[in-house]
Each structure stands twice: as structure tokens, then as C-alpha cells.
């Protein structure tokens, strides 16, 4: 029975203590802790767990194994940095942290702690139907990869939805799957800026992203984040002498009124909720049986920062930008 | 240039005169005649074509090569005997007579003659997607056929239609597919009677027809007259070791509104359009060339009538009734 | 945490000890049993559990709150019992019991303790396609349900496999799925025999199963038991002014060589192991808070039972045969 | 009966006049003529056409009414003014001329002539598929278009394909397409050079055109040339809140071996039979009606090769290249 700690308990933190208290196994949460004193106390209470007025204090908690942090972006780091200097897991919702540095310190320290503590968030290579996916590339079945073609569309985004998110907040997940589905770098981004959407307002969207491999696979990326129709996740890997797409997953199809309709998602968590348990499961299995993590490394959660650095700076200039990353340290040589 | 006389200019005469004059290549309508003689003046000069007074008096007129008979159902045989009488190819639109009776007559009166002069408008066999179904079939890529589900759907039906026309003037057309598809007769019908659709009044509607042929492949058809929802063919062949269906066809997908949508037909026109083109220009071709009809012959109108009479009693009856054909005249020993 | 003790270590039992131990949230495996007693030691051993002689015992013993009965088919009757005798809830793998009169036996002995302690593993009600489709219809989207087309295919089935065991092994799960779709019971069946595939060697395979409910919906089931293509699970509902039907779940497109294709399950495992998943952990959800199950009952268990008589009495006799329920107790007024 | 003469009888000469012979309505070829005296010899006497010795002879010849230029594309410019100094409808297939400037040249002799004689042969807008695309997108049905993406792929092409092909030859289908579709003229091409296939030789193959319309439509085309898994064209427009597919079309789907598969077609003949069909029956319609075309004008023709102009230099230069277009005649104003 792994015991966690848990620091952030908004929304996202609360899902995955409902995750691990009632859908998981093998895993216990045994510490909660959040800014506000009265949420934390409030779900701590709720899942039998010690409530620690800070992060640091749940990480020094010898009853907790391993940490999940969950809180508000800027406090990512402090909390990764002291989870590595205490030798304990720590799974961290993306962003790593919120600069690219700030990711490097990260990776450098994990680097000198000498093995890997460090699985970020990214739980689209989870997913099974990506999964599946990169089952059919890697067995050679379309040839080698040469182009990927994506959509990621949301019905809308909240207000404080600002243009670089759809880089930084969106775009992100294809930026890390593209890395772990071709197990390449890539090298540099560009952005197109098409006919803006009237139904966000003064929000440019949609964006048109295009990525470049480190083998000069070309991925483009469709982000539109008021889409209305609901939640599309989109893929298609054009290789060599065939494609192989993400399916439809429609579970049931209805036929009324002169159409046949399969449902569309309306957010992320009905696509992903399935994804978001088997990451889960994954890192409490590989933290149990080995104490080291298997998924998304710290070095991941750099390199998608700076990529998305590369991104932005590229949407901003409306030219192509490189991507130019630090040395990798040898403990991360297989990630990716 | 074939010259092809009209008996019969309602709605399916001027379909089909349209088609002759609009769509195909190869034809001319010289010749029309209705019971109604203002409606066959008036389209008749449209056409420039001869207008004449009775269906015997078109079938005798010398500029007519071959003649057309989408008259009223009952008219049928007097004037494919006419036909045959005169030695002109006929192309009757289904029924071929309204009773097994004259059918039987008429496939006589045709092996008298000694040649192939009559078809029947059993239009399926001339769908692209059937054709493709068939192709597979006899391709032996799902093995040898055990089971055939089919669906016959449409939106609605006019006041007139009657119970037993789900069998005669629907499922007739399952009953003529299903004997080519299987190169085979069908030798016993049942009909079983579901829960009643409260959109057709006091029509027993849906129908549930299963059809054992002498090979013995089970054909189950539901019959919908009222479903609303769109006109929907629907056909998998189960074979030994796979399956082959007809396909969506679907031209375009529409996402909105939480619904990836598929369009559906209204009505039969717009799903077979193009098979009664391809029909006729086959017809057309094959007259012209040989003149011998190479699709569905009499014999096969005669079995479709035999088979929906044993269906009707079967749904009278709630019994399963078996098929009784006459002996085949040696002239139609290849169809079906 | 709900401590289960399992009786029978076979395949499914330990699938399930798996099940609980390593997936799911809330339990613990706390004491097996297994006629073979070098299995029960082997895999108590593992799951940490007691190991007990008999069932009997197992069920006596203090630390076990629940029963999972995973045995040989003719033992469940005893061990249901035996649970109810010992007011212990008792989850049994279908079949409840081998005859109709046993599981009457069991719905009586349950009625007599007063409150529902039996649930049977039907778990196509877990499965999210299935509820999808039962949303559906109960929203009215599709008008009153008219007919119900089912398939029911597997690649393969093992050389003892016999003829009723299409109906009893296979089709009882459609028996069940319809009983719970339809939310009424089955008044009578039909079993029709088509062409015999020769993959089957003598077995008479496929089937076509009728079933009609006691609201006259019709419900045909194509049971294809060695189809090789793959297992599929196919489910059209009918209603009055559309149609419902079970989607693709295809998680991936592949085009190559002038197709493009989805991909098919090769079993049941890899198309329902989530219903298996959802299925206990609803099971324990409603055990630890309740005591009492939700799930399919003892009733339930007994329904299907009668109906796969009387299915089997059909295929016998070629004819149809009425199904006849024992008065329903209250207790299990509100099941189906 | 419209009289055509038909210059040019290579492969797509003759597959023209096989359409006007024995295919479609209202239509004689009367005249024909080739480079190659042996095969228009040939041709001509199976059609029963005169032979002339000249496109110009042919052109003169008072028993055609109208003209259709399949010749050498470095002959199109010839004839197309020739046919309109006569004052002959003339229907050239793509491309109008093998320069902007020569194009140019017709679309002024055109506009002195002062009516419509020219049409272009761009059989897309013939396709039922992107026809209902574009009643849904003009319907409104998914918000004004912000972006569409395609891909245009071929199994194979012959070895004297060259690399500039793409866009001239292959993707000109969707330069024309995306004209008519958003009715707006094309203001700017990029394209980006993916991974190389090692199917096409030393041919860079894919390459990824990108096109702004005047209305900031960003538009994308995949172009691979040697997929070897079929023929596939593919178009999603996104509009504000939805979007709209071309659908699968897909006659059949036949389920063997794991796989529920659909075919693809083997090449663009299978793909766009109809298209050509409907393009010519609409051609022959409306020069027999009115004299006049309705179809892809000589500015449409003229835009088309100052588009691909501008890609071919976006390809060699790496850069987004502007599109210039002539200032058009007031003929030609509602054209595209």
C-alpha cells in the first residue's frame, strides 16, 4: 500500500485523492495540505488524511511514500525541488514549473540526486487509444512516420483564457505526445494565425501550430478552444505507405431525424478520464514494486517548456524559432 | 440509337422519360401513351414524341424498337403479352403482373417465343453497393453465405398503404435482392409481428419477414414503414468466417452540437437514383447490342411474386409457409 | 475496506482476485477456497489471503464480509445458500445455479431473509456502450422500443462446446441485457437454424434467437460461435422514430493496401474488460456503504435461467415456447 | 443534340468520348482530330467522327458546335483562342494554358469577345461529396470557415513525375477547390517540406502546401504522391462552432481477420467516375440551353496557374509568397 501526500487540493487535487481513495488500488492518501487552510482541512477530513499547514511539512511526513503536487503552477518547483532533496516520488501535475529554468533546475537536481523521482503530468501517453496508436508506428506498420496531422479543439475556455495558452496550456499535450510518439526531440515551431473566430471575443483563435522533429517529421496542430461542438482530440500519422488515425470511440450511434449521430465529448475529462486512472494505477504500481517512476520524466516536462517557449516566441514573431535545449543529463538519456 | 415507346406517363413514366431523354446515352423516346391522354399529350410533346392512343397501338407502331410499361399494376400483362406478341423487348416496372398467375403466363408465353425479350424493374441489382456486396460474396472472401440481416426503412407511407404491401410492394425488393444475391430461390417465409409503431396508425407496422432459401441461408428483414428518421437500406451478409455490409455512403460528416452526424436519405429517390440510371443504361446498352435483356428476366418476376404471396400468407397464417414455384422453362434456366 | 473471500481459484476467480487486488479501489481478498486445494494455497499465497478447506468454512469465517462464488457451475446453488444462510453478501458468477428450480431456490431463501444479499455477474449492464444505448432510450430519443437486433459472434469455441450451449453459455448474456434494457420480462422464444458454418465441425453454429418481451418488443440474436473474424458484440434497437445502436469503440484507423480498417477484439476479455472492472467496483461500492447490492439479482439469475429453457425447449422442437415465471416475491419487485 | 468536336484523343480524349457516346444525354461527337493522324483515325471512325487534320480544321468544321481541347497542354492556348475567334464554346481541360500570362491571354480574348465560351475542366466542383460540403458551409450549419484542411494522396505516380508536380499537377485540384468553396480569390502560399518517402526515389515527396484566401481562410494540403495505400482525398472545413468532412463514401464494409475494413479506391478514376459524368451532362446542358457555361471559367483557370505559380515559388524559396492576380474583366466578376 503506497501512502501519498497530496499538495493542492483544488479541483484537480481533489479528483485525483477521489481517484486514489475510490477507484485505484494499492494506494492510500495520508496527507493533504493547501493555501487554503480550510479546503485542506475540509478534504483531509473527508479522506482520513493528516492535514500539514505547508508542502514542506507533508513532504518531512514519514507516513508519507510519495507526493502528488497539485498546486497552483508558480509552486511547482519549490515542491518538486524539496520532494528530490527528501529522496521521496513525486508526481507533478503539469507544468513541471512555469519557466523553462526553473525546469533545468529541476532536471539538474533530480540529475545530482543520482535516479529518477519525477513523473509529470502528461497523461495523454496513457490514453489508449494513442496508445494503440504508437503500437501500430512502432510495428512498422505504415512505414516510417513523415507527417502528423492534429486537432485539439475545445467547446470554450474561461475568460482569463489568454492567446499564448493555447500554446503553453493546450497545445502542450501535442507537444509532449509528439515527443513520445515519434521518442524524438523536435527542433523547431511555427504558428499561423487563420481567420479569427468570432465566438471568442477578443481571443485570437483558432491557432495553427506547426512542429518540425529532430527526423523532419512535420506535425500540425488545429487549436481551437471555442469550437462550440464540443471536445475533439484529432490524430493522424501520414507514414510512408499507409496512416494510421485515432478511431471514433463512439460507444453508441443514433439514427433520428434524417441523421446518424455518434456523441462528441463535451471536455477533456470525459475524453481522458479513463487515461488520467491508468496514469495513476501506472506510477503507483512502478512506485511500489521499484520506488522509481516510469512516466514522464523531469526532462519531459523541460523540453515540453521549451518547445512551448519556442512556440509562443514564434506565434509572437510570426517566424519559425528553434528549439534550443540544455545538455541531457545521462540519467534522462532513455526519456522521451 | 434505340427508339423506346412509354406506356404509362405518371410520376415513374416521366421519371424514367426524363432519364431516357436527360441522362443516358444511346436512347430516344418516340413514342408514349397513358389512360389519361391529356397527361400523355402533354408529355408526350415535351418529349417530341408520338402520342398514341392505347398501349397496343404504341407496341405496334413500327418506330418503336422497344417499349417501356409503367402503367398501372393491373395493366401489366396485357401489355408485356403484347409485347411478346409483337417480339419487342419490354422493360416492365415491378410487379410483372399482380398476381403469380400472370406472371406465370407471361414467363410461358416468353419461353414460347423461344427468346428473352422481357425485364423486370428490380432495380437493387444495380446498386453500386449491392454490387460491391456481391462481388465479395462471390469472391469467397467471407466463405460460403449462412445468414443475411436486413433492414428496409422508411420515413413514412401514404394513407393507402395497406399491411400486406410491407411484403408486396416493399420487401419485394429484399425478396428479388436476396434471390440474386444467392444465385439461389427461396423456399419458405415467415413473417413475425413486433410491438406496433403508434406513427403508423392502424397499420401493423414494423414487420419482421425471414426468408430460408433452398441453400439454406436464414434472411431475416425488418420492414419499417413509419421510422421518421430517413429512408435506410440496410444488408450484412454473415459468411464463415467474416461479414460484408452495405456501407454509409455517407458524402459528408457534420460536427456540431456535441454530434458527429452522418446524413441520412429521405426517400428511395435519392438513395437509388442512380442505380435506375445505371439500370436502364445497362438495359438500354444491352438491347441495342443484342437485343436480349440481360437483368432480372420474367422468371425472376414470376419467384417474386410466388415468394411475397407465401409471405402474406404467412403473416396471415402466423405460420411458417414454404414456397411452391413451377417448373422453370428451360429459357430461364440461367437467371436469378 | 471490504474484506472478500473467494471460492474457486480457477481462471475467472483469480481474474477476479486480480481484479481486486491490483485495479480496484476498497477491497481486500482476504480468505480463497478451491476444491483443488494446491491451487487455493498457491494463489492465497500470493494474494496474501487465508486459505480454507471448503466453502463452507470460508464463508464461516469472521473476516470475510463478502462472497465471490467463482466455482464449478453445479456447486453455486450451495454456496449462495450457504451465504444467504449465513447473512453474508454473495456475488455469483453466472449461471446462478445450473436449473431454474435451484434458482428459485435461491430467490426464495433470500426472500425469506428479508433483504437482498445475491448479485449475479451479468456484466453487460456495466458495460458504458450498453448504458449509453439504455440512456437513450429511456430519454425517449428513439420513441417506444419495437425490435431489437442483436449479434453475438466469437471467433472460436473450445471442442466440448455443444449445441444448447449457443443459448445457455453464450445468448443467456443477451437474455439478460434485454430483460434489463427493456426493464420487463421475456414471455417467449424461437430458435431458428441456418446453414451450418463448417468451421463448427458438428456443431449446429450460427443460431438465430427470437425473443419476445412481455411488451411485444421482438429480439433477434445472431449467435456465431466460430466466425474466426473476431468477437463482436452488435445491438441495434428499433423505436418508432429511430434507431439506437451499439458504436465502434474503434480506438484506431489503419489504411493500408487499398483498405481502411479498425481493428476487432480477438475475445470477450478485450471487449468487456472494463464492464468487469466497473461491475465489482460497484459491487463493493454498494456492499461497504449499504450492505445490500444493486446489481442484477437473484431474480434476475433465475429469469435468465427459465428464458434459456425455455430457448433450448425451442431449438428442440422447432417451434415456439412460452416462458413461465414463478410468482415474482416482493423483495424482487423492482428488479430487471 | 449538342455536335462536338473533340481535339485531342490520347487517353483522356478518348475517355471523354467513350463519356459523350455512351454515357450521357444531348450529345454527338461529330469531329475529331489528334497529332498522331493514326490514332484520331482510329478513334474517330469507331465514333463515327469526321477526322480532321487540324485543332484549327476542326474548329472551322460548321458541324461542331462546341469544342473540348484534351490535346499536349502546350497546345491549349492555341486552340482555346482559336474557338473563341470563332465564337465556339470550348471546353479545355485543366490546365487553360501552361503560363498565367497565356492564360491571361484567353481570359482577355474572352472578355473582348464578350460572353462566356470557355470552361475549365476542375471536375471537384462536379463531386456530390464537396458539393454538399459546400450547400452545408454556405447553409450556415457550422459558422463562417476559419480554416480547412486536406490531403490529397496517391498511391503511386510515374517516373518522370517532377518534384514542382505537386502543386502544378496534383494540388491545383485544391487550389481551384478552396477558390470555389470559400468563393474568394487566394492571397498567399507557403510550403513546407516534411520528411522524405523513400517510395518516390529521389522525388521530395510529401510536401505541405498551406494557402491564405483573401478572407483569412488558412487552408492546408497534405500532398503525398506515393502512399501506396490508395487514393484518398480528404477536406475537413472549421468552422466557427463545427466543422464538415468529405465522409467515407465506403460501398461496403467487410469484417475478416480482426478487421472491419473499408475499401479505399485504387485511383483518381474510381474516385471522380461520377464527377466527370456530371461535369460534362452540366457542360453539354448548358451550352445547349443557353450557349453559354456555367462551370470554372477562364479566370478561374487563369487564378489557378497564379496561385500554383506563387506555391512552386513558396517551394523553391522556402518563404510565404503573395499571389498577384491581373485586375479581372467585369466578364468574369462572378466567377469562382
Known sequence: MLHVGVIGTGMIGQDHIRRMTQVLAGVEVTAVTDVDAAVSRRVGDLAGATVHATGEELIADPSVDAVVVCSWGPTHEQYVLAAIAAGKPVFCEKPLATTAEACLRIVEAEAAHGSRLVQVGYMRRYDSAYRELKKILDAGDIGLPLMMHCAHRNASVPSHYEKEMAITDTAVHEIDMVRWMFGTEIKAARVLVPRKNRNGGDLQDPLFLILETANEVLVDVEISVNIRYGYDIRGEIVGEHGTASLGSLSPVTVRTSLRAADPVPADW???????????????????????????PSSWDGYAAAVVSDAAVAALQSGSRVEVSLAEQPKLHGASA
Not at 475529462?269 to 495513476?280: G, P, Q, T
Request: charged share 30%.
Open 269 to 295: 475529462r470525459e475524453r481522458f478520464l479513463a487515461a488520467y486512472d491508468v496514469e495513476f494505477q501506472e506510477w503507483i504500481d512502478a512506485i511500489s514494486r521499484t520506488g522509481t517512476p516510469a512516466g
